[in-house]
């Protein structure tokens, strides 16, 4: 059996907190406390207020050219600004939706520049943090630091898809888990080999948590239980398909 | 806190078997009981066992049309005709791929037809539910008779993404809930009206449940206990992105 349960009322998060010490005190008030076993899961929101990764967009001067796509894209020239030196490339533009592939090589939309939960009346963005693989490693190394357990970190991100409606939260950093199982080589109950062999299981544990989290409540951050996880160094680079292999970019 | 657990154990299914019933009698038998705010997830492939939605291969007539893009998608020219049958437009076809729109709306690989799975040394294949709104209604309708519980079901399947590595579990057919959560108008914790407004919650249950489900073990459905669903007549058609807002097809 899996259990998923939400840590609640972590304070407003600024750049500096230690959230790895967040999230032990904030359990440990609660009556709760990190098993071997555990999985965390935190929303990249405070992750990216940790870690300073706010922009305020009245100080971002637009570039001629992101100002020709704010246009093109009816979106302010200046977040437009940010979302470009936040891109790789652009992979579409239309109908005033911006999509890109960030510098990690996530497709998503806007580069996961995100106007809102930023702080009262301000006119500031969050971005991705620059590394979420280290920033996951940071906030895991943390956690073991100060309760002796080593329990892998998932930060994770909502996106939207092609071909299907609504957002869904995916694994953006990794730390101290597989990202994919891979079934390669194992037989379905008739010994046949099994076709579909590799799961995204560090997405479905994103989604897993996103169910507790609730994007309008203070949730960011949830505990997966008893899910049978495979040890290693961890990123979530595994997830990224390569332009070569993707038939949809 | 949200739990999940599998239910395993659930022998092998055949054209005519009571889903409803089969999984009722095999909670009972592991001492369990479905109780009021669960949600039941169920494999596809047991749902298209019971309803005898299996082609054998070896009867199948390859079209010329099928043979065609059999040598293309280097496939056998008869599972070629089974998934164009099953498909209402060819979305990508490239290195022995082939994507599809299935008739209900689902972009897949290969309409999702399935060669694993289907009996000893066969050449069967199965085929997604027809409707698989109605097999979910059906079995949940089933389950309320039998237990006095109305309880939601979603129908799965595992397909791979654009953009990223590996398969997750998505929503195929829902009975009994909204498949999207609409935070539309609630407002983020400063104050901000939320802009990530629609969360694909059907899609993240199906994520969740695959995590006991594991596809190699011989347990096709899952409860989650603790969810907080929205109560609705319930289609995966909400969750079907029309083409004409898809970027992607």
């Not at 500096?16 to 008030?29: C, E, R």
């Not at 555990?38 to 050219?65: H, M, W």
């Not at 999509?99 to 996530?106: A, L, N, R, S, W």
């Not at 869904?168 to 390669?184: C, L, P, Q």
Request: proline letters at 4%; glycine letters at 8%; aromatic letters at 4%.
């Amino acid at each position: 059996m899996i259990e998923i349960f939400p840590i609640a009322g972590i304070p407003d998060v600024v750049k500096g907190d230690n959230l790895g010490k967040l999230i032990v005190s904030k359990l440990a008030a609660t009556g709760k406390e990190i098993r071997k076993g555990d999985i965390i899961v935190i929303a990249q929101k405070i992750v990216s207020k940790a870690e300073g990764r706010i922009v305020t967009l009245s100080r971002v001067k637009p570039s001629k050219f992101a100002s020709e796509i704010s246009r093109l894209s009816e979106k302010d020239p200046r977040q437009v600004e940010v979302i470009l030196r936040e891109s790789a490339k652009i992979v579409r533009m239309k109908d005033g939706h911006l999509i890109t592939e960030t510098k990690h090589g996530f497709v998503c939309a806007n580069s996961g520049v995100d106007m809102s939960n930023v702080g009262k009346g301000s006119d500031n963005a969050t971005l991705l943090p620059a590394d979420p693989d280290k920033s996951a490693a940071t906030i895991r190394s943390e956690i073991t630091k100060l309760t002796g357990v080593d329990a892998p970190v998932i930060i994770t991100d909502t996106f939207g898809r092609a071909w299907r409606l609504g957002h869904v939260n995916f694994a953006i950093g990794i730390s101290g888990m597989k990202a994919i199982r891979d079934y390669r080589g194992t037989r379905d109950m008739y010994r046949h080999v099994l076709r579909v062999t590799e799961m995204a299981v560090a997405d479905e544990l994103a989604s897993a948590a996103e169910l507790v989290m609730n994007k309008a409540d203070r949730v960011p951050v949830a505990i997966v239980r008893g899910y049978p996880y495979r040890r290693a160094l961890g990123t979530a680079k595994e997830l990224v398909r390569p332009e070569e292999i993707d038939l949809f970019r």
